[in-house]
């Protein structure tokens, strides 16, 4: 089974492109900066940098709503490939092809909440207050009143 799952910030902005032909497909690509659990010693490194391709409608989704330094989780599979450089010499590639994407945080978390109002909804009716024999004790357990048992789908 090939399956990645990561999460990380974008280091820039996607970078889109489009292919050539009568159905153009957009391609995106960008790089994830994804955290290290543990420092290996002797390096200052503390993320790894990934390769990340979407195409189609993820890849038109990441050039509309993804820019530099949002967070997202990402889901695919690895490729790797090789091409010859014009140098002649064989580079070998090794990316994530993005099989779905999302945000990490919310858009307020993500700009440190410089002034912008997070959306909040709003209850549209006023929760019901407890009865005093429904109020939490000090466990944090509701109580049962007398005389339910049998109401109860379990025994």
């Not at 820039?12 to 391609?27: F, I, K, L």
């Not at 994830?32 to 195409?55: E, N």
Request: proline residues 6%; glycine residues 10%.
């Amino acid at each position: 089974m090939n399956k990645v799952i990561l999460m990380g910030r974008l280091t820039r902005d996607p970078e889109v492109r489009y292919s050539a032909g009568e159905s153009s497909t957009a391609v995106a690509r960008y790089t994830l900066a994804v955290d290290r659990r543990y420092r290996r010693d002797g390096s200052d490194q503390t993320a790894d940098f990934i390769g990340c391709v979407a195409f189609g409608r993820s890849a038109e989704f990441a050039e509309k709503y993804l820019r530099q330094g949002t967070k997202i989780c990402v889901t695919g599979r690895i490729q790797t490939g090789s091409y010859t450089n014009r140098d002649g010499q064989k580079v070998y590639t090794t990316d994530v092809v993005v099989e779905d994407q999302e945000f990490a945080e919310s858009k307020a978390a993500s700009s440190g909440g410089g002034g912008g109002m997070a959306y909040q909804p709003q209850p549209t009716q006023a929760p019901a207050m407890p009865t005093p024999s429904q109020a939490s004790p000090a466990d944090g357990f509701m109580n049962i009143p007398d005389g339910i048992d049998e109401e109860l789908p379990f025994n």
